[in-house]
């Protein structure tokens, strides 16, 4: 790829970006112009309607008996009793007799029946004569609340109903005045009660209950902007990056403009890269154009009410770092989708509904009780908004960030290798059509697996391993075997029968010699002792070793050493190696030694599902990437890995090691052991190198 | 080095339409040969084959030597293509749009600002030059595109009925800059449907119908193996009306 024709492109897009008003107009008036206008003046509005309606005069009527302290209280709390309005003569009587019973009191939240006891009972009330004749009065506005108070309650407890129109606002507010009224009025009656018969103050009352809230105001906002603000950005910035997408892909071939970059020497992996840099550039401007104005808006609203500001700026810049990822997911989905319609208006219609599916998600996030667990984080989008949330509020844990961030990285490479794949698609480019099978090249006979192919299988084998681990009930000897033959291997194996690969040198099914597998051998032996040196820096939390523990069938007595060995060391071994030395790093290999190495290092230390994790495994990956790269063989790595998933095995199960772990109470492997370890490791490494195969032959 | 167009046995087919079967023919250095042939007879197919925006099912495709399939970059950069329905980048001007090619042919930068200099001065630019192009009339749009196709000086120019739409001043001028071309050593291919252009401009004629060549030969050979009185007759009998 030739870097300075990926920036001509680039260059071009953002300056075709930049005169276009409807673009601009999305990407930074709306944000710098509709939030202030939109919330600033709405709270206004808020905030002017309040005072008018505790200004405005509430119209109630009375009905029963009501004591003339409540009907004077009424008074002085700005309501006025509608004149001529007295019980109704039919209801008076039935009231009179006791034959319009009270309503009885509403579950309790707890209660598993309550939606459907409350349905019950308002069906009920609907049916009462007092509804009956209260309905028509509120509802033409002659009141806002009618107050019922049923007779004989003077001496005992007194029967109040608050009957009002839940979708009008005056009636609303009415309500809830009405009730502050009677409440008081209430605590005025039982201080008589209590002067007459001679009791302590309170003493009727018994217990006085406050709620206060312990959030501090960072939380509170953060809560309320880490709702609202992944909606808003997704929203935002879809539209910003939509008519970018839609113009540079189907505007593009409508306009025939595409077909003189085609006649150009340039690659088409060089015009997707172009493009979707200045899509993820547009969009990006577009996002931070919406966290300052939101930012400001909001500090604008908290000053002048009063409030603290309410996040800092170092929050809305890690809520911007966050947001990166998913952007350039959104990116390249636009522009790979926006390659398959003909003109504008059919870009308009394919990818209208992709950007719903990527919003779609983030609203779900103003849902009570979305919570980020094993399934939210690895959802596109609906991660990336629930860490925004999360981190917010200060509730963001490592390890969701973690894989939060890993799963969007993964969507953004795989939507950009799909959109890439997609600009190398010629039927696509010139208006035609094309197949899943053309555009994914199954069925075709191909020679070697390369690296975006050894890619989207990681990803692919990463929701395999998502879904798989949701079997958690099941067995863990099961589990086990689901998760490294079904959910790892394969897949692999599905992928070099399905594309009809050459199944020995694609796997480096391959003998290399005595010496690659003595490499191998210390290797396995010293990687514990290393990779324990990165488990000081960033030691795991209790649940994390427990979790480990589990899958190393520690806790299983009932298990043979044999089976466990096979699971926790020998199944690894084999089937790991294949799928991220054989088929990843073998399909990296044109990268070159560093790349191939570190790369498929990486993503093994990412598979295992945890940042603390992580870098240990890294450096097994690390050793075991140079073995594979020197033996060009992946029997070498199998050895290390399953010796070394053995030996820690062995030091959680086998008596003797175990027995002196506990006698010696050692936390961490002590730090001359890792000094061995490494002489070991550099050893193994070095003969690996030394006894490279040479001859061309030799290499696959 | 080869300074000409040449394509053997070129095929490709659209799912069950065959819309070019074995078609080969070459264009010499300082030579304008016509492309003709009724509507869908795979003129535009043939021509984007030999510009490398479709990969053919099969044959080859030599540009100036170099094969489009092996080595498509060197192969592109000795061609010029302009066709008569592309537009410009709207919200570029023309002096833009040749800058921005001139950076994807990896021009020198000195010698891309040489060249648009002269570009716009040979084709009577100067006035539009610096106008959004989507402010500008066909005509202008047309001699844009000309400039974008003519700015690496291609030794081969690849033009599919580029006077399509203009007024008759614009397609004259448009004529006598492809003539300009051909005497300065261009091989230069030409679709058209206007047997007057055709008549005027072209030393050779290779017709096609139904995605198979049909003729090809000077166009006094053409007239009288078609026992015809014109070029205009003589592709009516070669297409069998």
């Keep these: 790829m030739r870097w300075n024709i990926v920036l001509s492109i680039f260059r071009k897009e953002l300056k075709e970006t930049l005169r276009d008003k409807r673009t601009l107009t999305f990407m930074l008036a709306l944000p710098l112009l509709l939030y202030p206008m939109m919330m600033i003046g709405l709270s206004r509005f808020q905030r002017d309607m309040e005072k008018e309606s505790t200004a405005r005069t509430a119209k109630v009527i009375l009905w029963g008996e009501p004591a003339p302290a409540l009907e004077a209280a009424l008074r002085q709390n700005n309501f006025a009793v509608v004149p001529g309005h007295g019980t109704p003569a039919p209801l008076a009587a039935e009231l009179e007799q006791g034959r319009v019973r009270p309503f009885p009191s509403l579950p309790r939240e707890e209660d598993k029946d309550a939606d459907k006891k409350v349905e019950q009972l308002r069906e009920e009330a609907g049916r009462s004569p007092v509804v009956l004749l209260a309905r028509p009065l509120i509802l033409d506005r002659t009141a806002d609340v009618v107050l019922v108070v049923w007779p004989g309650g003077a001496s005992a ?392 523990q589990k899958v190393m069938l520690v806790d299983r007595t009932d298990v043979s050493m044999w089976w466990i060995f096979f699971l926790a060391a020998v199944s690894p071994g084999i089937c790991e190696e294949l799928f991220f030395r054989g088929l990843v790093q073998g399909g990296f290999r044109k990268l070159g030694l560093a790349a191939s190495v570190v790369l498929s290092a990486l993503l093994f230390g990412v598979a295992h599902g945890s940042v603390y994790r992580m870098l240990p495994v890294t450096i097994l990956g690390l050793a075991i990437g140079w073995l594979f790269w020197h033996s060009r063989s992946v029997y070498p790595g199998m050895i290390a890995h399953a010796l070394n998933n053995g030996i820690a095995v062995s030091t959680m199960t086998a008596t003797p090691l175990r027995d002196y772990v506990l006698e010696h109470k050692l936390r961490h492997v002590p730090l001359e052991w890792s000094a061995a370890g490494l002489v070991v490791m550099a050893t193994g490494l070095w003969i690996a190198w030394r006894f490279r195969p040479r001859t061309a032959e030799d290499h696959l | 080095m080869q300074s000409d167009l040449r394509c053997v046995g070129l095929r490709k087919q659209f799912g069950a339409v065959k819309a070019v079967d074995d078609v080969s023919f070459h264009v010499s250095p300082g030579e304008v040969v016509g492309l003709l042939g009724p509507n869908g007879a795979g003129k535009t197919t043939v021509l984007r084959m030999l510009s490398g925006i479709l990969t053919p099912d099969a044959g080859q495709v030599l540009a100036c030597g170099y094969d489009m399939k092996e080595d498509p970059l060197a192969a592109k950069r000795q061609i010029g293509f302009l066709s008569g329905d592309t537009q410009l980048y709207q919200r570029l001007t023309p002096r833009e749009l040749l800058h921005y090619f001139a950076e994807l042919y990896e021009l020198p930068k000195a010698a891309a600002q040489a060249r648009t200099t002269e570009l716009i001065s040979s084709l009577d630019m100067a006035s539009f030059a610096d106008r959004p192009c989507d402010t500008l009339s066909a005509g202008q749009k047309q001699r844009s595109n000309i400039a974008r196709a003519f700015l690496h000086d291609p030794k081969v120019l690849i033009l599919d009925e580029p006077t399509t739409a203009l007024d008759i001043l614009s397609g004259r001028f448009i004529v006598n800059a492809i003539r300009e071309q051909r005497d300065l050593g261009k091989a230069v291919l030409f679709s058209t449907h206007i047997m007057s252009e055709a008549e005027y401009l072209c030393d050779r004629i290779v017709m096609i119908h139904q995605g198979r060549k049909t003729e090809e030969g000077s166009q006094s050979e053409i007239i009288e193996r078609q026992s015809a009185g014109n070029l205009t007759d003589a592709f009516l009998r070669a297409i069998g009306e």
């Design chain 1, 157 to 548: 407890q007194q029967e109040i109903a608050v009957l009002f129109d839940s979708v009008r606002q005056d009636s609303q507010r009415a309500r809830r005045r009405a009730q502050n009224v009677v409440d008081d009025y209430r605590e005025q009656l039982l201080r008589q009660r209590e002067q007459q018969r001679g009791l302590d103050a309170g003493f009727t009352r018994g217990v006085r209950q406050q709620a206060r809230d312990v959030a501090p105001p960072s939380r509170r906002s953060g809560f309320g902007i880490g709702s609202m603000l992944p909606f808003l950005r997704l929203a935002i910035s879809a539209t910003a990056g939509f008519y970018r997408a839609v113009d540079t892909t189907a505007g593009e071939k409508e306009r025939n403009t595409l077909q003189t970059l085609l006649c150009a020497p340039v690659r088409a992996v060089e015009i997707v890269s172009g493009k979707f840099a200045a899509i993820a550039t547009i969009t990006t401007i577009a996002v931070g154009a919406n966290i300052i104005s939101l930012g400001m808006t909001f500090g604008n609203i908290s000053s002048s009410a009063g409030m603290s500001m309410a996040l800092t700026p170092a929050q809305y810049l890690m809520v911007f770092a966050v947001l990166i990822p998913v952007t350039m997911f959104t990116s390249a989905l636009f522009l790979a989708v926006g390659v398959f319609a003909k003109d504008f208006k059919d870009g308009q219609n394919m990818l209208t509904p992709v950007m719903m599916l990527t919003m779609m998600p983030a609203a779900i996030t103003m849902l009570p009780g979305v919570e980020p667990n094993a399934l939210t984080v690895m959802t596109p989008c609906l991660n990336v908004a629930l860490l925004i949330k999360t981190l917010l509020v200060g509730e963001a844990r490592p390890d969701h960030i973690f894989l939060t961030l890993v799963s969007s990285v993964a969507y953004a490479t795989l939507a950009l290798l799909f959109a890439a794949r997609v600009f190398e698609r010629e039927s696509l480019l010139t208006g035609g059509k094309d197949t899943a099978r053309g555009i994914f090249g199954l069925g075709t006979d191909r020679k070697e697996v390369t690296p975006s192919l050894a890619f989207a299988l990681f990803c692919a084998v990463m929701a395999m391993l998502f879904y798989g681990n949701s079997l958690s009930k099941i067995d863990i000897r099961y589990l086990l075997l689901v998760i490294q033959y079904g959910c790892i291997l394969a897949p692999v194996l599905l992928l070099v029968f399905a594309l009809r690969l050459p199944v020995r040198e694609t796997l480096a099914l391959r003998w290399p010699g005595l010496m690659p597998m003595v490499a191998g051998l210390l290797v396995g032996l010293s990687g514990l002792l290393v990779s324990s040196l990165v488990i000081r820096l960033l030691e795991p939390p209790e649940d994390l070793t427990k979790a480990i």
